[in-house]
């Protein structure tokens, strides 16, 4: 009996583990489908250590090859795959970088195509379209990242814990998929009066 038991928990645990693979790949393949998105973009971040609470909210653009754009109130990035492009509008600063993958601003290709390879990768118990990254080594740092899809396999949250227990959340909403926007759209034009610091 206690091996029909043993043996029961081992297959359910197989179905889980393929059911979180399955998951990953429709995500990828969904992803792959995609070369460009319009979303409204909320981002929210907790530092209990701190007591720090901060949120924004705007539009979030993305085209295939790093390229974005991230427009909220009083702040726009802007990257064009090759250079990075912060403006502050409070105070007219347009800070420049080049972009790499490593930066702190938000990779999806990263999260998408690279997380699942890094991570083991579970199915939230309570919401099968919640998938739970845990680093498998310190290449990642953070703690976990808990990715939520909508039933057409898009992102809708990613919430990633790092390892100070603080939470950063972005949400997307209201997508508009392959709108054809041109490169030159992921380009920032710089205000002739903006105070610019170029660490390139």
């Given at each position: 009996?206690?091996?029909?038991?043993i043996a029961?928990?081992?297959?359910?645990?197989?179905?889980?583990?393929?059911?979180?693979?399955?998951?990953?790949?429709?995500?990828?393949?969904?992803?792959?489908?995609?070369?460009?998105?319009?979303?409204?973009f909320k981002?929210?971040?907790?530092?209990?250590?701190?007591?720090?609470?901060?949120?924004?909210?705007?539009?979030?653009?993305?085209?295939?090859?790093?390229?974005?754009?991230?427009?909220?109130?009083?702040?726009?990035?802007?990257?064009?795959?090759?250079?990075?492009?912060?403006?502050?509008?409070?105070?007219?600063?347009?800070?420049?970088?080049?972009?790499?993958?490593?930066?702190?601003?938000?990779?999806?290709?990263?999260?998408?195509?690279?997380?699942?390879?890094?991570?083991?990768?579970?199915?939230?118990?309570?919401?099968?379209?919640?998938?739970?990254?845990?680093?498998?080594?310190?290449?990642?740092?953070?703690?976990?990242?808990?990715?939520?899809?909508?039933?057409?396999?898009?992102?809708?949250?990613?919430?990633?814990?790092?390892?100070?227990?603080?939470?950063?959340?972005?949400?997307?909403?209201?997508?508009?998929?392959?709108?054809?926007?041109?490169?030159?759209?992921?380009?920032?034009?710089?205000?002739?009066?903006?105070?610019?610091?170029?660490?390139r």
């Amino acid at each position: 009996m206690q091996k029909i038991i043993i043996a029961i928990f081992i297959f359910i645990g197989t179905i889980n583990a393929q059911s979180a693979e399955e998951k990953v790949e429709q995500l990828q393949n969904k992803f792959r489908t995609i070369i460009d998105f319009q979303a409204e973009f909320k981002q929210a971040s907790d530092n209990p250590n701190f007591n720090v609470s901060q949120s924004f909210s705007g539009t979030f653009y993305y085209k295939k090859g790093n390229k974005f754009v991230i427009d909220l109130s009083k702040t726009k990035i802007v990257s064009d795959g090759q250079t990075l492009w912060n403006y502050d509008n409070n105070q007219n600063r347009t800070v420049i970088n080049s972009w790499s993958e490593d930066s702190e601003i938000i990779s999806l290709k990263k999260i998408v195509f690279e997380y699942p390879d890094l991570c083991n990768v579970s199915i939230d118990k309570n919401d099968f379209n919640k998938l739970i990254f845990i680093p498998n080594s310190t290449e990642l740092n953070f703690e976990q990242a808990i990715i939520s899809l909508t039933k057409d396999n898009l992102i809708s949250k990613i919430k990633i814990i790092d390892l100070t227990k603080a939470e950063i959340i972005f949400e997307f909403s209201n997508y508009k998929l392959n709108k054809d926007l041109p490169d030159d759209f992921f380009e920032f034009n710089i205000p002739e009066d903006s105070k610019v610091i170029d660490f390139r």
